[in-house]
């Protein structure tokens, strides 16, 4: 978004209607700065409301997730079968198709196939408070 | 949680001293009887090297002679541990008799790096298979007839008896016994290559009603008959069966465990992961990078859709 605005503020440089074009494009390059830092990752991670993200690390766990899985937080197992899922929370994309996004997330962890009928995830023994609680979780892998 | 695959791994690895059966009971008394007797003695010899080096003249004069060495480092130890081996023996020499008419026998057989399990009749004769889990009733004995198909193994069930090799060729008697139900996990316990640490076991103790149950439905097919199921297919097309038996199929392999009620196990990987269908799905895909160096293969060759319908398949052999 904010490169768009720095093009279109390019594209105007000349604009006979705009003399005073020089101060446009200061103002519009600090607008994009400032919305730069709006989607710094610093931010804090996304947040699930109640869930408990050190209860998400036990489920983790005792669910076996670590099996296709490679999770901080789990030292074994470390599977292979599905992606890494270090740094998660930075990632745009849930099984390369759908936005990283809570309530996504949390349908995911329930019921993939539901959502990709090819995926090799399967529908996973979770209660929803269970699955916002994972979620919790891997939205503090930020590394 | 109440979900059974939680109480399968949260019983690995398995507490060293917390006995829950009279096998186990008088094992742990005589491990705290010989860490306090180990205990004992070091203090005895500490003070006494404390003393050589530091006491007063008189004193160390007497430690100089010969007297003290045969008394401390002779007949001490001769009558300490011959006391304790009689003790020892005493507590453990009936966790290895013969099995006796009517008591309970199950063969288990260690593989690199699983267990085979074989529930028998009072001839000896072999009921049903099942693998890398080992269910008894509460309250009675359970003999079980311990050997090996490769290398030397270590059968070791902490909280309910004592710790013996499997040798192959031999067949050795342990028996184990569990006051309340629930699941006690073990752990082979003598090396036995690559992933010897990722060889564990789980002991499924029931009540006696419960066992009865769970051994009628053992002893039957868990496959639904007319209609063969997609992932049942797709274990076929995989050569699954070459490797593992599934009862009620043609699926009749011998070198893997036998998988006819796979999907009541409460662990999968011998006793590591909890079973559900995701670790299922994980296993079968790529199991090396689970369990590295065990012997089944990665599965490089199904689709998403393929396991996803092979491991719903397994999952649903209760």
Redesign the interface.
Known sequence: MGVGLIRNGKGRDGDAANPSGIDVRWGVLGLAALLCACADKSDPPRGIAGADADNGLAVIG????A??HVIPGIDW??????PSLEGFADSPMIGGQFPNQPDVLVDWLVDA?AMA?????????LTEGEARDVAAYLYTLDD | MTRPAADGTAAWPPAALDPAGPFAGPLNTLAWVLFAMAGAVLLVVLVALGVALFGPRRWRARFGGARLVWIGGFAFPVVVLSALLIYGLGLTSHLTQEPGPGEMRVRVTGEMWWWRVAYLDAQGREVFQDANEVHIPTGRPVVLELDSADVIHSFWVPRLSGKVDMIPGRRNLLRLQADAPGAYGGQCAEYCGGPHALMGLVVVAHEPAQYAAWVRKQSAPAVAAPQPAVGAEVFGRAGCGACHSVAGTTFNGLAGPDLSHVGSRRTLGAGILPNNQGTMAGWISDSQSIKPGNRMPAYPVLTGQELRDVSAWLESLK
Do not use: F, H, K, S
């Open positions: 005792r669910t076996g997730c099996a296709c197992p470390r599977g292979l079968a599905g196939p009928p090819a995926t090799a995830m399967p529908a996973m023994p």
